[in-house]
RNA sequence: GUGAUUGUAGCUCAGUUGGUUAGAGCGCUGGUUUGUGGUUCCAGAGGCCGCGGGUUCGAAUCCCGUCUUUCACCCCA
């Protein structure tokens, strides 16, 4: 049997590992100076939790778990017969693997509502699982790395997320611009050209607007039935980037300037510290996921191809579902795969995250093996990363695996070595080759 | 879910109108070298040509199916 992976999953070897800690570890270190708490939950969710919550599409793309046992037994035959996929899933399945972190954590919030403190801040880098078609920066296995609040209105949490999210691509060396805009705004606008019944349609129009330009836009809410004069006014109300210049249209929409409001109140806040990515208001930004309802966010890398590199914004009644009431939350996802990938392409992991060795130790003979093994009980009591050859090979072997490990130094032990107490390092990069007494080897090295 | 595309050695890829024993580079193993790698030279191992079926005297090559890869759409990180 040939070994093979599903498809849209991936392994990763220890260098890549090595980079994606280095991701995680630059936005975790964020996350907590801001004061966010981890969590973390189950990979697994009852359906009931999942389905719902992403629209019909999402509900397509959610991986099942089949039930365990005779599960045939309970199955629904009727179903069965009639190829109803749907209803038959859901008799032999009652567990579906997460599809984001978002929801879960709006579950969690509602069960341990009791033992959490509002507003809740929290991060969770953990995978997610989607059963979507494969292609450039989307696998069906990817991690997330989202923060989230709960429990508060406050518009200075929607300024400290968008802080984060600059601070983090800062760290990370990836030029990104920070786009924001308002569900409000998106939902004056179909109020001002008298389509508020069309919003959805509208959105999710107007949302494609990078790809497929005005006139495709255009079209496209001529085929989802909006009349044009309505468009005319779309179009002229998109091509607007100031708020300022919003606000007169929005004079008899109620929802419209509250969203206006909202953004004014946003950069008061962030506005305080000068940002080092560029952040713009656009008004063509609509966001797929339904929950959201206020502001919304989505961070792009400026010099690569590739789809949202994070995305984000208000819900206010994300645990309504579950049936707490009135508690509003807002948060940021990171992609990392795809952060992952524009770092790649871009060339900037530095250089030096790999090594994680630092000497190699190679004997010639038995006896000088075992002296050198005592030896690197000492460097490693020392507190430095070393490794001994594992058998006394051939000198040329055990160099070559020095070379493949990229060791920086590689201390050379044999019957001279052993007699005389002091050992040979060899710096791999230059290739000088001194000898030292122990104590001052673990000097240079350290 | 729709439409394309890909699959040959561990990796990157050649392979003519269907023709007998399927190749290269890199990597790997051994030697050149009984104490020195990243640059020599020599030798060797390693392939159900993705999988299943069909056409044919004969299939890596043509046809059908299936899985997989990559890409676009839908949707999205």
Redesign the pocket.
Known sequence: M?P?I????RDFSPSQVIKRNYIFDTIRSVFIKYGYQPIETPAMENLSTLTGK??D??DK?LFKVLNNGAYLNKSDATAFVEKDSAKFTQSVSKRGMRY?LTVPFARYVVMNQNDISFPFKRYQIQPVW?A?????????E?Y?CDADVVGSNSLMLEAELAQIYDEVFANLGVSVTIKINNRKILFGMAEAAGVADKFIDMT?AI??LD??GMEGVANELTNRGIATAAIEKIQKMLSITSLAALKPLFENSETGLKGIEELEAFHQYFDTKPAINKIEFDSTLA????YYTGCIFEVKANDAVM?????GGRYDDLTGNFGLKGVSGVGI?F?A??IFDVMEELKLFPENIAVQLKCLLVA?DKPSHEYAFSVLNKIRSAGISAELYPEPA????Q??Y???RAVPF?I?I????MNSGNL?M?N??T?E?EKYALLELLEKLK
């Open positions: 040939k093979s599903p498809k849209g999953t992403y629209g599409e999402g793309l984001d989607r979507d078609r494969p292609q450039k920066g989307r696998y069906q990817f997330q999710t949302d494609k790809k497929i966001r797929g996921l339904s789809g949202s590199i994070g995305g996802s992609g795969a795809r010639f051939k000198m040329g072997k160099m070559k020095a070379n493949a590689v050379i044999g019957s001279d070595e040979a060899k791999m990069a290739g080759q």
